[in-house]
C-alpha cells in the first residue's frame, strides 16, 4: 500500500498549502486551521413530551456560531411540511437559557435565508449544551447542526 505523501507527490498537491503561496511557515498554516467553521451533526428521535438530548462537541471548540434544525419526515418533502409535531425547542449553553420555548420552524430554512441560525457564545471545549424538545403529537425525527470553531 502507497503512503499518503507518495500519492499525494504524484497529485502535486503539498502537505501545507500555504507555504508554496503566501510562504506561510507550517505553525500558521495550523492557527489557520482552527480558525476555520466546523460542523457536527446530530439526528434525534422526539417521542411525545419534553425530551432533553446533550450535545458534545470537540474539546477544541472555542466559539458557538449558530445552529439549524430540520424535520425529517419519511415520504415527505421537508421544504414544504416543516416541524409537524414538535411545538417547542429549548437550548442551553452552560446553563444560559439561549432560545426558549421556541417555535422549531423559525431555526430551520423557512425564516432564515442563511446557512445557520446565528447564536455566537464562547466556548471552553468543556462545555454543557443542551437541546430540550416539546412535542405533544406523535414521534417526530429532527435533524440538528451545530455550527462552530
Same mark, same amino acid.
Given at each position: 500500500?502507497?503512503?499518503?505523501?507518495?500519492?499525494?507527490?504524484? &497529485?502535486?498537491?503539498?502537505?501545507?498549502?500555504?507555504?508554496?503561496?503566501?510562504?506561510?511557515?507550517?505553525?500558521?498554516?495550523?492557527? &489557520?486551521?482552527?480558525?476555520?467553521?466546523?460542523?457536527?451533526? =446530530?439526528?434525534?428521535?422526539?417521542?411525545?413530551?419534553?425530551?432533553?438530548?446533550?450535545?458534545?462537541?470537540?474539546?477544541?471548540?472555542?466559539? &458557538?456560531?449558530?445552529?439549524?434544525?430540520?424535520?425529517?419526515?419519511?415520504?415527505?418533502?421537508?421544504?414544504?411540511?416543516?416541524?409537524?409535531?414538535?411545538?417547542?425547542?429549548?437550548?442551553?449553553?452552560?446553563?444560559?437559557?439561549?432560545?426558549?420555548?421556541?417555535?422549531?420552524?423559525?431555526?430551520?430554512?423557512?425564516?432564515?435565508?442563511?446557512? =445557520?441560525?446565528?447564536?455566537?457564545?464562547?466556548?471552553?471545549?468543556?462545555?454543557?449544551?443542551?437541546?430540550?424538545?416539546?412535542?405533544?403529537?406523535?414521534?417526530?425525527?429532527?435533524?440538528?447542526?451545530? =455550527? =462552530?470553531?
Amino acid at each position: 500500500m502507497k503512503k499518503f505523501n507518495d500519492v499525494m507527490q504524484g &497529485l502535486n498537491a503539498p502537505q501545507f498549502p500555504g507555504q508554496q503561496v503566501k510562504g506561510m511557515t507550517i505553525e500558521q498554516i495550523r492557527t &489557520l486551521v482552527k480558525k476555520q467553521n466546523r460542523i457536527k451533526g =446530530y439526528n434525534f428521535s422526539v417521542a411525545t413530551g419534553t425530551q432533553n438530548f446533550n450535545l458534545q462537541l470537540s474539546g477544541t471548540a472555542r466559539i &458557538l456560531l449558530g445552529m439549524s434544525l430540520i424535520p425529517r419526515a419519511v415520504g415527505t418533502d421537508v421544504a414544504i411540511t416543516g416541524f409537524q409535531e414538535v411545538t417547542g425547542v429549548t437550548f442551553k449553553v452552560n446553563n444560559e437559557i439561549v432560545i426558549e420555548n421556541l417555535d422549531p420552524n423559525f431555526l430551520g430554512n423557512f425564516f432564515n435565508t442563511d446557512e =445557520y441560525y446565528y447564536l455566537p457564545r464562547p466556548l471552553s471545549g468543556t462545555d454543557e449544551i443542551t437541546i430540550s424538545f416539546t412535542n405533544p403529537g406523535a414521534t417526530e425525527l429532527v435533524s440538528l447542526a451545530i =455550527y =462552530y470553531i
